[in-house]
């Protein structure tokens, strides 16, 4: 984890660009290790600087590749999550809707594309635009059952923001069936204590509570906090030496 560990790693991602900038001054690599950097500062809650990086790394592979690449889609879609967190819908929206239009060659079922529309969908929860989630959702899980079978990790995260999609629309039964199966995919996958089932768990315990099914709600909320706190107090060997 790089949790208390952001400045070290933003220093070196920094040096790295100061690098390839000296030696190949405008690379593509250097777009890429900006990419890595934007997103750093974004998870570090630094969302102005994180802005800044996305648009200078865009600048860096436009001028490489021209502004209609598909190589582009990572970095568009990455800033579009910038602008989601600052409430810019309208600019965000505009970055999601020329992203999946550079990805259109790769056919309909690509990741990519899947990928992209997760992002609309966690935008439109988020501005509470819950049919629009829906809908996003929906064909992104089409996708990545598609492609990656059922039992894939990234089916259970489309899973799990789908499910809560139709919870807000009224479709709790079905919300629950795609909740559990996430969960069966990531015990299987991550283990029983891992902190996307204590995730899943959360989100069935506020399924429960708003349909009103308060023993179950207890049952998931206790196994939640269970994980949460082995997960947040154990002891890693390696630290006793």
């Not at 190589?71 to 600019?91: E, H, I, M």
């Not at 929860?125 to 064909?139: G, I, P, S, V, Y």
């Not at 906090?225 to 107090?233: D, G, N, T």
Request: hydrophobic share 40%.
């Amino acid at each position: 984890s790089l949790t208390g560990r952001f400045p070290q790693a933003e220093s070196y991602l920094k040096e790295s660009f100061q690098v390839v900038q000296k030696l190949h001054p405008g690379d593509l690599y250097g777009a890429r290790v900006l990419n890595n950097l934007g997103v750093l500062q974004f998870k570090s809650g630094n969302k102005d600087q994180a802005e800044k990086t996305f648009k200078q790394a865009i600048a860096i592979m436009e001028n490489h590749l021209g502004s209609d690449h598909m190589d582009l889609a990572p970095l568009l879609v990455n800033l579009g999550g910038v602008y989601v967190a600052k409430r810019k819908w309208a600019t965000a929206e505009s970055l999601f809707d020329r992203t999946l239009s550079l990805l259109q060659g790769l056919g309909p079922d690509h990741p990519d594309i899947a990928n992209t529309l997760d992002a609309v969908g966690e935008m439109n929860l988020a501005r509470k635009n819950f049919a629009e989630a829906q809908k996003a959702f929906e064909r992104s899980y089409a996708i990545r059952l598609k492609v990656f079978g059922p039992g894939h990790p990234t089916v259970a995260s489309t899973a799990t923001c789908l499910a809560e999609s139709l919870a807000a629309n009224g479709q709790e039964k079905r919300a629950e069936l795609l909740f559990n199966d996430a969960l069966q995919i990531y015990e299987k996958t991550f283990g029983s204590r891992s902190a996307a089932v204590a995730m899943t768990l959360e989100k069935l315990t506020d399924l429960f509570e708003k349909t009103k099914r308060e023993g179950e709600a207890s049952l998931m909320s206790a196994r939640a906090r269970s994980i949460r706190f082995e997960l947040e107090h154990v002891v890693r060997a390696d630290t006793l030496r």
